[in-house]
């Protein structure tokens, strides 16, 4: 019961570190079945999450597990350039200033 509280308590207050569990626990089945991209992408997506993450793809890179860093790296620096688009539409739609001169009827 307490562990359910925890995790309750840690999502409402906007905590990430379940969801960074769930993404090393599914990568790492993932890629003891063999997979290569999918757990790079789940990768990718904790790295986004808390760059320090990025300790994984150290990992594999001591293991000499060239695939799977190759893929865990591009996989993240893709995700960046998701995030700075994303970063750069919101300020050039200015969804939080109020008016914009790329929106009609304003």
């Known amino acids: 019961v307490a562990v359910g509280h925890t995790i309750r308590s840690d999502i409402l207050h906007g905590q990430v570190n379940v969801f960074i569990v769930l993404l090393l626990s599914a990568g790492i089945y993932l890629r003891s079945r063999g997979w ?10 904790m790295m986004s999450l808390k760059p320090f993450m990025g300790a994984v793809a150290i990992f ?22 998701v995030l700075k688009g994303c970063a750069t539409c919101h300020a050039m739609f200015r969804f939080d200033k109020g008016t914009s001169k790329y929106i009609l009827g304003e």
């Open 36 to 45: 290569v991209i999918a757990p790079a992408i789940l990768f990718a997506i």
């Open 60 to 81: 594999f890179l001591v293991r000499r597990d060239w695939r799977m860093a190759i893929w865990t790296l591009g996989a993240g620096a893709e995700m960046g350039n």
